[in-house]
């Protein structure tokens, strides 16, 4: 990581989904979730409206600073960036 932050080379992002409607089973990152105080929201108990409306959670991360083009995405979504 260190090496990582100290290069001029570009840094990519990496993703990985947290929870997805179709198969939260199947995320690599399922264990994390709880910690991020989503849960009530995406049970079966939880706000059913906003469950209804939820596809996915997905789990960006990079090394160093990264730079993302302006774009489109066809779903809203929420960002939150952790330093």
């Known amino acids: ?9 570009p840094m990519y992002l990496v993703q990985s989904p947290i929870w997805q409607a179709q198969a939260p089973e199947a995320c690599p990152l399922r264990r994390v979730l709880p910690q991020l ?11 059913r409206a ?3 409306r939820m596809e996915s959670v997905n ?6 600073t990264t730079h993302s ?3 489109y995405d066809s ?7 952790l330093r």
Do not use: I, P, Q, Y
């Open 69 to 71: 083009n302006a774009h």
């Open 1 to 9: 990581a260190k090496v990582a932050m100290s290069t001029d080379e």
């Open 50 to 52: 906003l469950r209804s």
């Open 37 to 47: 105080g989503l849960h009530f929201f995406l049970s079966r108990r939880g706000s």
């Open 59 to 64: 789990f960006w991360a990079s090394v160093g």
């Open 75 to 81: 779903k809203h979504g929420l960002l939150v960036v």
